[in-house]
């Protein structure tokens, strides 16, 4: 995410670092290199110049020419001013109404149906109940779409198929959540290749029908500047509340994210980071210019653990661990709990210097080799999962042979295993030591 952007920044803050002095000349050939690395994210021309000229005059400040170390001062500076771009603080969902309607609209292919869902699984697990409404008469999956999510999903949904009329579907959806004191309603709107006045009249009608708490725009982010263009015709036309940028974890460049909220003046609310129904979290200004500049998001990553974590589980693994009973099947359970929290590349971009730290490899090598190994350990029966020394050749070349790997792949992953295993059982034997000495475990140090 962001990449490119990220790159060109963290080069600049290299050269920044080295700044002993600060003169208004070296200040401006830094911020060059800067308004160069927004201008190739496709960031907003005026956004880029005004963020540029706004970082500038607090550059050479008197505080930052006094400061024991001015390069460190400027890159603070130009964090606070992406924060500020960006939107400043979380803007969350209103959705205290009852009924509360929640409005997606956006041009065709955004991701608006997807992103229905995704918010359906968002809002129920706040504890709302909540109902997805297929108000899109033309696309002919669109409808076929909400009901399978609704399946996935298990909330309920407001499928009309053969009904043309956009408000007769919302006056009965609404109906319909009364009887079945439903609280929240999501409306899938129908999309457009190109902006077109019949759609905006639709979406009009559909507004001042519904009386949405929520007005969200969908968007996808690598689009780039056109998306800041589609973003203002509909908020001339609807007065949008937020939007929500899709495909977040493609984008390389961010000229969307960057250049949205100074244009239309309106926040971010969501972002969509993956294909998966889980994968829409709230957007953080802070954390995404904190992860744009290479500080890593250690916050969000803390809050996805605690939400996919089973604590008691991890608990006993620990217990485990201690004692030297580590085996394939908690191997296998830690494979699949590190995959809940997303690809491999989402994850060390959410760590300081993560993106430093793995540049130039190829992390979807890593994602596939997680899989293999996933595989093999699923190829073994139980008992062989637990005592993997009773695995002689006949049942190495069956384990092979049923997850498509050659026999050495077999033999490598349960090599390490192995080493794995001695290095625990040692860990494991030292911390019993150490308690009969008197030392606590690590983490139940008294504090000082």
Request: aromatic letters at 4%; a positive charge; proline letters at 4%.
């Amino acid at each position: 995410m962001f990449e490119s952007l990220s790159n060109k920044l963290q080069q600049v803050f290299k050269n920044l670092r080295g700044l002993g002095k600060i003169s208004d000349s070296n200040v401006s050939d830094s911020l060059r290199e800067v308004r160069m690395a927004l201008l190739d994210a496709d960031v907003n021309f005026k956004v880029a110049r005004d963020f540029i000229e706004s970082v500038k005059q607090k550059a050479i400040g008197q505080q930052v020419i006094q400061s024991i170390h001015p390069g460190q001062q400027i890159i603070k500076i130009i964090n606070d001013e992406l924060v500020a771009l960006l939107g400043s603080a979380n803007a969350s969902l209103e959705v205290g109404g009852n009924p509360s309607c929640l409005m997606l609209v956006g041009l065709h292919g955004s991701g608006k149906t997807t992103t229905g869902g995704k918010l359906a699984r968002m809002l129920t697990k706040q504890g709302r109940t909540v109902l997805l409404v297929a108000a899109d008469v033309y696309r002919p999956a669109a409808m076929d779409q909400v009901e399978t999510l609704g399946r996935q999903l298990q909330v309920a949904t407001f499928v009309r198929k053969g009904e043309t009329d956009v408000l007769k579907i919302a006056r009965e959806a609404l109906a319909y959540a009364a009887t079945q004191n439903l609280n929240t309603l999501i409306f899938d709107t129908a999309g457009r290749l190109q902006i077109d006045e019949p759609l905006v009249q639709e979406l009009v009608r559909l507004r001042d029908l519904v009386k949405p708490q929520e007005i969200l725009l969908v968007l996808d982010s690598a689009t780039g500047q056109e998306a800041v263009n589609v973003a203002t015709h509909f908020d001339k036309a609807l007065n949008i509340t937020g939007a929500v940028l899709t495909k977040l974890d493609g984008d390389a460049r961010g000229g969307a994210a960057l250049s949205l909220k100074a244009v239309t003046g309106k926040p971010i609310k969501l972002a969509g980071m993956g294909e998966k129904l889980e994968d829409l979290e709230p957007f953080y200004p802070d954390r995404m210019a904190s992860r744009i500049l290479g500080m890593g998001d250690v916050v969000s990553l803390v809050e996805k653990a605690a939400e996919t974590v089973d604590m008691d589980e991890a608990k006993k693994l620990e217990e485990k661990m201690r004692r030297g009973q580590f085996t394939l099947e908690d191997f296998l359970e830690q494979l699949r709990q590190m995959r809940k929290l997303g690809p491999l590349e989402n994850i060390i971009g959410m760590l300081p210097g993560g993106s430093e730290m793995t540049k130039g490899a190829d992390l979807s090598k890593s994602e596939k080799e997680f899989k293999r190994m996933e595989a093999m350990i699923c190829a073994m029966t139980p008992q062989e999962r637990r005592h993997p020394q009773i695995l002689n050749a006949r049942r190495r070349l069956r384990i092979a042979k049923g997850s498509g790997v050659v026999v050495a792949e077999l033999n490598s992953l349960l090599g390490r295993f192995s080493q794995m295993q001695q290095m625990l059982k040692k860990f494991g034997k030292f911390q019993r030591l150490m308690g009969r000495m008197g030392v606590p475990p690590p983490g139940l140090l008294p504090r000082k």
